[in-house]
């Protein structure tokens, strides 16, 4: 793993707030 263990951590937190989204978005259309 090259980078910083930050860098790591924000990815992960974007890529759970777009599923988050998605997540809340199918819900709606229900």
């Given amino acids: ?3 910083k263990p ?3 951590y ?3 937190r974007i890529v ?3 599923a988050l ?3 809340l ?3 709606k259309e229900k």
Avoid: I, M, S
């Fill in 1 to 3: 793993f090259t980078g």
């Fill in 10 to 12: 924000l990815a992960n």
């Fill in 25 to 27: 978005e199918q819900h």
């Fill in 16 to 18: 759970g707030t777009r």
């Fill in 21 to 23: 989204c998605g997540a």
């Fill in 6 to 8: 930050v860098d790591g």
